[in-house]
C-alpha cells in the first residue's frame, strides 16, 4: 500500500477568548417569548448580546470552544474591538445576517442593517442606536422566525429501500503505477471488486464472484489484485487473489476459523505481503510473509501472547511491537530480525503509543501517542526513544495521519471537532487538495483524499456531508483534469435530506458533551417525535456527515439526537477513563440528559421519545428502559449487550489481551460482581414497561447471540411480548442488502405504532 493512514482517537480548534457556557435556565430563556414588559431597560453590551445569540440560533450549549468558533465566524478581523461596549444596532444587524447564512455581497454597516430591516430582525423595535436586553430577547425571537421559515409540511417519503439499498460503486482505489483502477460494485446482490483501465474506452471487468457475502475491500501488491471476505458475519477475513477476467479466484489463507489482518504490501519486495494470523493460537496473531502467487505463508515472528500490534521497517523486517496486558504494557524494538526484543517506551493505564512507520532510513519512528499528556498527539522518536512533538490539539485527539513512504514524509494530520479538519505538513500535497476543494467549490470537511499512485500524480477523491452521500472523482494533476466517477445512492435527491446540527450541553455533572441533532427537513423544530441514538464501542464517537438510517427516521418526521457521552473516543485520555465501570450509570446519565437537553429546548415531544442502538448502543437501549423506563415510549435494541457477565465469558479468543482493559474499563465479574449486576439489563426485566424491538445476528462473535436470547426470553417468561428478528447468515449488524431492507421497514413499522400515535 502506497500510504498510511492510521485511524485513532479524535480533536478541536483551541481559541485564543474564552465565552462562558450558559446554565440551563439561560438556554431555556433564550428559547421562550415573554409578553412581559419590563420597566426598566439594561444595557447590553457586545460580548453578552453574542453569548445569547450562539445559544438561541444554534445548539452549541455546553462547549466554550465551539462557542467562540462560531462567533469568530461572525465577527471578523478588527470588529467589534471592545467587546465590553454597549452593543449597536447596526453591530447586531452585521453579526445576524451572518448567523442567518444571509450574507450577500454587504459591505457597510449601513448595509447590513438595511438587510436586517428587510428581515424583519427590528420588528417591533425603537429606532434606538443601542440594543438593551430587552430588545435582545425581542430581535433574537425574530431571527428565530427567520431561520425557522418552514411551511411545517415535511418533505415526501423515501423508501427504506432507497436508504437501506447497496448505494452503488464504492472503494475506488488506483494501482501503484496508476494504470488501472478498482472499485466494489453490485453484482447477484452483493459487492464484487471490478477492475477499468485508465485512459481507454474497455468496459470494467467483475474479477471476484461472491454471491454469500458482500467483499469486504480490495488492495494491490504491485500488479495483483487482492480482497477480502468472511463467512456470514464471522468476522475471520481471508485474503483472496483473483485474475483479471474474475475466472481464477483463489483463498490465499483457506484455514477455517483462523483471521487475517494486512500488516504491511512490502514496497520493493515481489510477490510478497505480511499478514498476521491466529493460525497456531486463537488467542494471538503471529507475523507471516505471504507469496500473494503462490499462497505459501513462512512466519517471520511469534507471538508470545500479549503483542497487540507489529510495525515493519522500510525494509520489510518487523521490528517494532507493542506488548501489552490489557491495561498496562511496553512498545518493543529491536536492531534487527535477528535480535532480540528489548523495551523501548513503557506504557503505564489510559497510555497510547501507536507506532505507524519507520523513517525510509529507519532512523526515525513515527507514531500517536498520548503518554504524559491527555490528548492523542502526533509524535516522531529516535531510536533512543526521545520524543518530538509534530503536531498536537490541546482541544481532542488526533485521529488520523497520512504518511507517504516515496515521499519519505508526514502528509497531513486529522482530528474531528464538530467536522473533520485537516493540519497540512506537505506544502504540495496541500496545494493539490486545495486545488481540487476550489474546483469542487466545497468545504474541507467535505473532501477526502482516499488514494494516490506512486508518483502522486493521479488522485481519487470524494466528497461527502450530512445530506450527500457521496461523489467519488479522479484527478490527475499533470493535466489539472477533474473527472466525476460515481454518485452514490444517486437516487437520493440532498434537497430532500435532513441537516446534521453539532451540539453540545452540560452533563450533570459538568461535563461537555458533544453530539448532534437531525431535525426534519421542513418540519418545524417543536415537539417532535424524538430517537436518541446511542453509538456503539463505547469507545467509539459518532460523526458529522452522512448516515442512512439517521437519513431515513428524519425523513419520517423524527429528529434523531446522537450523543458523544463519556468514554466516547476523541475527547483526550479523560473524558475517556470517566466512562470506567460507568455502563448504565454516568454513561446513561449523560444520555438522559441529552434527551431532557432536547425536551428543554422545545425540540422534543416528552410523551414520543424513542431509544435506539446498535451493539453497546444496544445495551444503552435496554439500560435506558431499565433505569429510567418512564422516558421512554419505544426501544429497539439491535446486537445489544443485555447481560455484561456473559458478555466478557464470550468475547473472541483473538480479544484475549483486552480482557484486562475490559475488567478495567467495563467491571470485573468477580470483583466487580455487585457493580455488573446492577448494570446488566437481563437482572431488572421487572422495570421494562417499555415496548421492545430486538435484531440479532446469529453469527455475532462480539455480542452473542445469547445476548439477544437471555433478554427476549426473560421478558416473554414475565409476559410481555418482544418482537425478535433474528438472521441465521449475519453477524454484528446486518451486511446483506435484504436483510437491512426487511430490519429497517420492521423498525419503522415499530416505532411509528408507538412514537406517531
Known sequence: MKKRFLSASLAVILTTSVVIPVSMQEVRAANETSSQVEVKEES??????????????????????????????????????????????????????????????????????????????????????????????????????????????????????????????????????????????????????????????????????????????????????????????????????????????????????????????????????????????????????????????????????????????????????????????????????????????????????????????????????????????????????????????????????????????????????DKLHYQFFDEDFEKVFRKIQNKLGVQESELGINDYNKDMTKFIVSVSSDTVYGKYYYYDSTTDELTEMATLSPWLNPEELAEMHPISYKSRDGLTINGYLTLPKNKEAKNLPLIVNPHGGPWARDIWGFNPEVQLLANRGYAVLQVNFRSSAGYGKEFLDAGNKQWGLKIQDDITDGVQWAIDQGIADPERIGIYGASFGGYATLAGITTTPDLYAAAVDYVGISNIFTLLNTIPPYWETMRNQLYERVGHPEKDKELLTAASPIFHVDKIKTPLFVAQGANDPRVNKAESDQIVEALRAKGVEVEYMLKENEGHVFQNEENRIEFYNAMLKFLDSHLKK
Open 44 to 417: 447590553l453590551s457586545a460580548k453578552e448580546f453574542l453569548d445569547l445569540t450562539v445559544t438561541a440560533l444554534t445548539f452549541q450549549h455546553g462547549s466554550e470552544t465551539m462557542r467562540q468558533q462560531i462567533i469568530n465566524q461572525w465577527v471578523k478581523g478588527e470588529e467589534l474591538k471592545d467587546l465590553s461596549a454597549n452593543i449597536k444596532r447596526d453591530e447586531a444587524a452585521r453579526i445576524l445576517v451572518r448567523a442567518l447564512d444571509k450574507e450577500e455581497k454587504e459591505v457597510t454597516l449601513a448595509e447590513y442593517q438595511e438587510k436586517a430591516n428587510k428581515l424583519g430582525l427590528f420588528k417591533g423595535l425603537s429606532n434606538s442606536e443601542t440594543i438593551s436586553k430587552q430588545d435582545a430577547e425581542k430581535i433574537l425571537n425574530n431571527a428565530k422566525a427567520v431561520k425557522s421559515d418552514v411551511n411545517n409540511e415535511g418533505v415526501k417519503e423515501i423508501s427504506v429501500e432507497d436508504f437501506m439499498k447497496n448505494p452503488g460503486n464504492v472503494g475506488y482505489s488506483l494501482s501503484p503505477d496508476g494504470n488501472y483502477i478498482t472499485y466494489n460494485a453490485e453484482w447477484e446482490n452483493r459487492s464484487n471488486v471490478f477492475v477499468k483501465k485508465m485512459n481507454d474506452d474497455s468496459k470494467p471487468v467483475r474479477v471476484s464472484s461472491s454471491t454469500d457475502r458482500d467483499i469486504d475491500g480490495s488492495f494491490w501488491k504491485d500488479g495483483n489484485l487482492l480482497y477480502l471476505k468472511d463467512k456470514g458475519g464471522d468476522e475471520n477475513f481471508h485474503i483472496y487473489s483473483t485474475s483479471f477476467n474474475g475466472n481464477e479466484e483463489k483463498d490465499l489463507t483457506p484455514y477455517p476459523n483462523v483471521k487475517i489482518k494486512f500488516l504491511s504490501d512490502l514496497q520493493g519486495v515481489k510477490d510478497e505481503i505480511l499478514i498476521l494470523m491466529n493460525k497456531e493460537d486463537a488467542k494471538a496473531f503471529d507475523v507471516y510473509k505471504l507469496n500473494v502467487k503462490t499462497g505459501e505463508t513462512t512466519r517471520v515472528a511469534k507471538n508470545p501472547g500479549n503483542i497487540s500490534s507489529w510495525l515493519a521497517d522500510s525494509n520489510g523486517e518487523v521490528r517494532m511491537a507493542v506488548a501489552s496486558d490489557g491495561v498496562v504494557g511496553t512498545v518493543l524494538y529491536r536492531d534487527s530480525e535477528k535480535d532480540e526484543f528489548k523495551p523501548f517506551i513503557e506504557l503505564e493505564a489510559g497510555d497510547v503509543v501507536n507506532p505507524f512507520s519507520f523513517s525510509k532510513d529507519n532512523k526515525y519512528i513515527y507514531a500517536i501517542s498520548n503518554k504524559g499528556r491527555d490528548k492523542v498527539e502526533v509524535v516522531k522518536y529516535d531510536l533512543e526513544g526521545k520524543e518530538e512533538v509534530i503536531m498536537s490539539n490541546p482541544e481532542v485527539d488526533i485521529i488520523g495521519v497520512l504518511y507517504n513512504a516515496e515521499k519519505d514524509k508526514l502528509l497531513c494530520s486529522s482530528y474531528i471537532t
